[in-house]
């Protein structure tokens, strides 16, 4: 059964222009193209792409993404890579939710210090103006929750 990239989409939720950078990233295989050019799928191309929407979700990055999915090809093996995999993972995720804790409090910290006065006077203002006005390392907040692509 063979279906086109618009097809794909509907079937996995997944939108065209992401199946077709995943192509390019090498988390999908090129997909062979009909007489007129246009790519074609089937259902393991489909449930690929699944575990691959699945993971980005839980926040995997592309790179463990393609070792979980060359681990795939190897049923037998053991799992232990698999699970070094998701450690490494968890704490990721663990450092991140220590940095967004620092940031939320950081952020909680200058509202409070706010007088809700004039933006002449504003604590939050002067906190964002000068670094030094924090009282701890609260990291990048674009680092601690990356964009999901």
Request: hydrophobic share 35%; glycine share 8%; proline share 5%.
């Amino acid at each position: 059964m063979e279906f086109s990239i618009g097809e794909l989409s509907r079937r996995t939720g997944v939108k065209v222009p992401t199946i077709r950078y995943y192509e390019a990233a090498g988390l999908m295989p090129p997909a062979p193209r009909s007489e007129g050019g246009q790519r074609r799928y089937g259902r393991a191309d489909a449930e690929r792409l699944t575990f691959i929407r699945h993971a980005r979700e839980l926040g995997f990055e592309p790179d463990a993404i393609r070792e979980l999915l060359a681990l795939t090809a190897e049923p037998d093996r053991s799992c232990s890579e698999v699970d070094a995999i998701a450690v490494r993972h968890l704490r990721d995720v663990e450092r991140r939710i220590a940095s967004l804790g620092r940031l939320r409090d950081e952020l909680g910290r200058m509202i409070a210090e706010c007088s809700h006065g004039r933006v002449g006077d504003c604590r939050v203002i002067e906190t964002l103006g000068d670094h030094q006005h924090c009282i701890s390392e609260h990291g990048d907040a674009r680092e601690a929750a990356p964009a999901l692509r």
